[in-house]
């Protein structure tokens, strides 16, 4: 069994062993609610086993965050991500035999849900259609864009430049050009003036196509791209 | 080969609605390739005392790689790589045990199968 260190607590610090709503069960409960002795609800996920002990990592919780783990809003390991947490392992025969106080964070990453990972398969599926979603109505419209700075770091082969110092800050954007611009985009570049830049952004990336290149006549305080 | 079960299978067991043993499989696995000890029910390792006495005799396999991938993805120590079998009939049976996973299915195999043969590693390790 994987080792941390924490404060130990007796063992039956958490109350009994005895899951209440099983929210996925493989080879016995994975991930279930349970009842502290104060009669608190937690929430208990699978870590690890060995020829002794399964070890079940338990946070506080609420019905909020069980409904939210249910229908694919939150993912395991964020409802995990709790102030306070305790690694709890238990017999084959469901006996506590330890019960420790640790920090989430220092949970080894292979001993925990990985991030993002829904309750149940079928979750991702909606849960990524809804961010698809989400993303394509926030994101997918290409917008105009027009900003202001200094060409740096050109990258021939791929075709693209980062343009920085915007609007006098150390802000930054990449664009990506076609060939026909290629000898104003170098020529920027080896001058090191300000220029002015207008182009489209792209779907979803964080990139703008340069469409056209131009000395700034404008002052700089009138860029408008995305932020 | 012969089709028995293990004398150590409880009576009716497997159950009556419990069918040939047929199509892909998954699961989880801590060896590549897989071995003997992936592939051990409960009742051969003791654990899950409190279970029906039949499903531990039988295995846990998945049908659908998705359920699988995302399987480790949850529990990382369940096993670091996915094996996969295509079940036949000579390999024993199978029920569809769903509970909370919905492709979950229990395999019973025949006492002389060699389980971990029959097994590939199909994904990389995480």
């Not at chain 1, 069960?25 to 104060?38: A, C, H, L, N």
């Not at chain 1, 709790?82 to 220092?106: G, N, Y």
């Not at chain 2, 051990?40 to 499903?55: D, F, I, R, V, W």
């Amino acid at each position: 069994m994987w080792q941390i260190s924490g404060c130990q607590l007796s063992n039956d610090y958490l109350g009994p062993f005895s899951p209440d709503r099983i929210l996925y069960e493989y080879d016995g409960p994975k991930i279930f609610t349970v009842r502290d002795r104060e009669q608190d609800l937690c929430l208990a996920c699978w870590s690890a086993a060995d020829e002794q002990s399964n070890r079940f990592i338990v946070v506080p919780t609420s019905e909020t965050i069980v409904k939210a783990l249910e229908s694919g809003e939150l993912p395991v390991a964020q409802a995990l991500d709790q102030p306070r947490c305790w690694l709890w392992d238990i017999s084959h025969d469901e006996q506590i035999l330890q019960c420790l106080k640790v920090a989430f964070q220092d949970i080894p990453a292979d001993c925990r849900p990985a991030p993002g990972t829904m309750l149940r398969p079928e979750l991702e599926h909606s849960s990524r259609a809804r961010v698809t979603e989400a993303l394509r109505k926030s994101k997918s419209e290409p917008a105009i864009v027009q900003l202001t700075g200094r060409i740096r770091e050109v990258d021939r082969d791929r075709m693209s430049f980062e343009l920085r110092e915007i609007g006098e800050s150390s802000q930054s954007q990449k664009f990506v050009f076609e060939e026909q611009l290629r000898d104003q985009v170098i020529e920027a570049l080896d001058s090191e003036e300000l220029v002015t830049i207008a182009g489209q952004t792209h779907p979803i990336r964080n990139l703008v196509a340069a469409t056209m290149i131009s000395r700034p006549t404008l002052p700089i305080s009138a860029n408008s791209g995305p932020q | 080969m012969s089709q028995q079960f293990s004398p150590d299978f409880p009576p009716d067991c497997p159950p009556a609605d419990a069918t040939a043993a047929s199509g892909p499989v998954y699961c989880l696995v801590h060896n590549s390739p897989a071995s003997d000890r992936d592939f051990q029910s409960h009742a051969e390792t003791g654990k899950l005392p409190n279970a029906p006495a039949c499903l531990r005799s039988g295995l846990s396999v998945l049908r659908q790689l998705a359920d699988a991938q995302h399987q480790r993805r949850l529990f990382p120590q369940l096993g670091r790589w996915i094996a996969r079998a295509h079940l036949e009939t000579h390999h024993g049976q199978t029920k569809l045990t769903p509970g909370k996973v919905p492709d979950h299915t229990t395999w019973w195999p025949y006492h002389e199968v060699n389980r971990s043969a029959l097994f590939t590693i199909v994904n990389e390790e995480l």
